[in-house]
């Protein structure tokens, strides 16, 4: 049976904001009871921490350095800014198979091919974040006797050159009724009707995606939310006291930059509140149109899945949004299925990503995974949530990347269920131990006693980089103890044996 599929997207979500993740003080009655129908990942990864990229790995299963769209356009530093015409994506297979492809929300995956480009119903809605001058939504605004957008309260920080900083926070001067993440979930809605009855008159599936704008920053929310959660509540990430010793500069230059320091200890409890409130009000909108699947008759059949593109930083690290860090916070997402008949309330330590969601869609769609790009290292997730009958064995470990966000910035990471390593090429590497230093503020990587430890991650990372074709490896080649090279490092022909030597010629030295 072609199964259909509703998925849930959000944009920098943190999985401790869910209570089936034990977030403190969490409202998400929707995403838990999902959670305790299906599978909770504890050990779900994006890719890579930024939006454009890692949504486009869930599009094609690929890792961004294969599908090459490496970095957000918005702050684009001379990168390609729309997948490549002849690049697959699985909604190709699901379109040739007969299902109806719907998507709701934020696309984020290039500049110029929409998401109707690929196939998919649905409105077109540009921008990072919810572009509340769209067209439609104002129109719908009018149509529904509804307020304009506006805001007020406006939170900001200082930038190091004294300019304002970005805005993080505000109050929005408009009911529930009207914000934008009500208009998402009614257009979901809209195409889940039609959806349904071409499902029960005809049999033909769907998959449907509704993809939130939020919790992104900045977290703007009518009174009702914004006010939901007490800051006084709130106890702010043990990161916080992160000194940046014997870590990256960059981290202190975002610091900075994300104005951190100059908003103060009172402010940043009534950001993480906003926050929690910004969540709370995305999982009721879920809810909506997981009722309406049900009361059209829908729901029990279908896949329901649930993940981010990457996380947040809300304060952790002295850090907000996203950027080159590769701290579990913004790396390690929430993931969470449901798939009819299997069991449920299961959680998983197993690591996966976005791209076995990729390989999972295709998979209860009764095709093939292997499809994509990365097919081969693709790992459907419903019958790999309690390890059993898979083929190959399950990972045990994860490798993600980045590539730069406002700037170029290499990086490559490496996680296993206790280490993290992570190599900076410019600048200090870090590995952390998760166990030991869950909030990963000691950077073990120059500790003697480490040196066994680290030096096997590294062999890890680059072996692994090489079998993916990550051509990142070839500065680990000549810079760590990786191993002994087969393979000319320099990828000339008077390397390697390919010609004889002057000596051993007998020519003229």
Request: a negative charge; hydrophobic letters at 35%; charged letters at 25%.
């Amino acid at each position: 049976m072609r199964r259909d599929v509703l998925l849930f997207l959000t944009d920098q979500h943190r999985k401790d904001t869910l209570g089936a993740y034990g977030g403190p003080g969490a409202r998400t009655p929707n995403l838990d009871a999902l959670a305790a129908e299906g599978t909770t990942f504890d050990r779900f990864y994006t890719p890579t921490a930024i939006c454009t990229p890692a949504r486009a790995s869930l599009l094609t299963g690929a890792a961004p350095f294969r599908h090459q769209l490496l970095a957000n356009h918005e702050r684009n530093v001379g990168y390609r800014e729309d997948l490549a015409d002849d690049q697959y994506t699985f909604a190709e297979d699901l379109r040739d198979a007969g299902y109806h492809l719907g998507l709701v929300g934020k696309w984020h995956t290039g500049t110029r091919r929409t998401a109707a480009d690929f196939g998919f119903d649905g409105p077109d809605l540009e921008g990072w974040h919810n572009p509340v001058d769209n067209p439609e939504y104002t129109t719908w605004l009018e149509e529904n006797d509804l307020p304009p957008y506006a805001i007020t309260d406006e939170v900001r920080g200082t930038f190091p050159n004294g300019a304002p900083g970005n805005l993080l926070a505000a109050r929005l001067q408009q009911p529930v009724e009207a914000t934008f993440e009500r208009f998402l979930s009614e257009r979901a809605i809209g195409l889940l009707r039609r959806y349904a009855a071409d499902r029960h008159e005809h049999g033909q599936p769907f998959y449907l995606a509704t993809h939130f704008f939020g919790p992104h920053l900045p977290y703007i929310l009518p009174a009702e939310y914004y006010d939901l959660h007490d800051p006084d509540d709130v106890v702010l990430p043990a990161s916080t006291a992160e000194t940046f010793a014997d870590k990256p500069p960059v981290q202190a230059a975002y610091s900075a930059h994300w104005t951190f320091d100059t908003l103060g200890e009172e402010v940043s409890r009534q950001l993480v509140a906003a926050y929690r409130g910004y969540v709370t009000l995305v999982d009721h909108e879920i809810g909506r149109v997981l009722d309406a699947a049900r009361e059209l008759g829908v729901l029990e059949d279908a896949v329901v899945a649930f993940s981010a593109d990457h996380g947040e930083f809300t304060g952790a690290h002295r850090l907000h949004d996203k950027g080159p860090a590769m701290y579990e916070d913004i790396y390690c997402i929430p993931g969470l299925l449901k798939v009819p008949g299997a069991p449920a309330g299961l959680r998983s330590s197993r690591f996966a990503s976005l791209t076995d969601l990729t390989a999972t869609v295709l998979d209860v769609a009764g095709l093939d995974p292997s499809r994509a790009v990365d097919g081969r290292s693709l790992r459907p997730l419903v019958e790999g949530a309690d390890g059993s009958r898979l083929d190959p064995p399950w990972r045990e470990d994860y490798v993600a990347e980045f590539h730069g966000h406002h700037f170029p910035y290499p990086q490559r990471m490496l996680v296993t269920e206790r280490y993290k390593l992570v190599v900076n090429p410019e600048s200090v590497n870090e590995l952390y131990d998760l166990q030991a230093d869950p909030d990963e503020l000691h950077n073990r990587y120059r500790h003697p006693e480490m040196a066994s430890v680290r030096d096997d991650l590294l062999r890890r990372l680059y072996e692994q980089l090489r079998e993916r074709g990550d051509k990142f490896f070839h500065w680990m080649s000549s810079m760590y103890p990786v191993g002994d090279k087969d393979f000319d490092t320099s990828l000339s022909a008077f390397e390697g044996g390919t010609q004889r030597t002057a000596q051993q010629s007998g020519a003229p030295a």
